[in-house]
């Protein structure tokens, strides 16, 4: 089960940039390296996540280290849509 959610996430988060860009790029007026800039943090934040959740989940377990991802996840994203430019949309990923 926490498997499949911790990919769950994951693919979300990918689909919900990836569906994103254009508006953003249009909206912001974005050159292309910032939108690959963009397109690409999700997946480099799971490579990053993934590196460490072993070690985690192993100290706190997987159930507590999912909850922290699910809650860590819900506020990023809030604090992505009050992004009014594309420098505070980063500060998301800081």
Do not use: K
């Amino acid at each position: 089960m926490s498997g499949g959610a911790g990919i769950f996430i994951g693919t979300y988060d990918t689909a919900a940039i990836s569906a994103a860009l254009p508006r953003l790029a249009a909206l912001w007026h974005l050159s292309s390296e910032a939108v690959a800039a963009l397109g690409s943090a999700p997946l480099l934040g799971m490579i990053a996540g993934s590196l460490l959740a072993g070690l985690y989940a192993d100290r706190w377990g997987r159930r507590t280290l999912l909850l922290a991802d699910f809650i860590a996840f819900g506020l990023a994203a809030f604090a992505s849509g009050l992004a009014s430019n594309y420098d505070w949309f980063l500060v998301r990923f800081c």
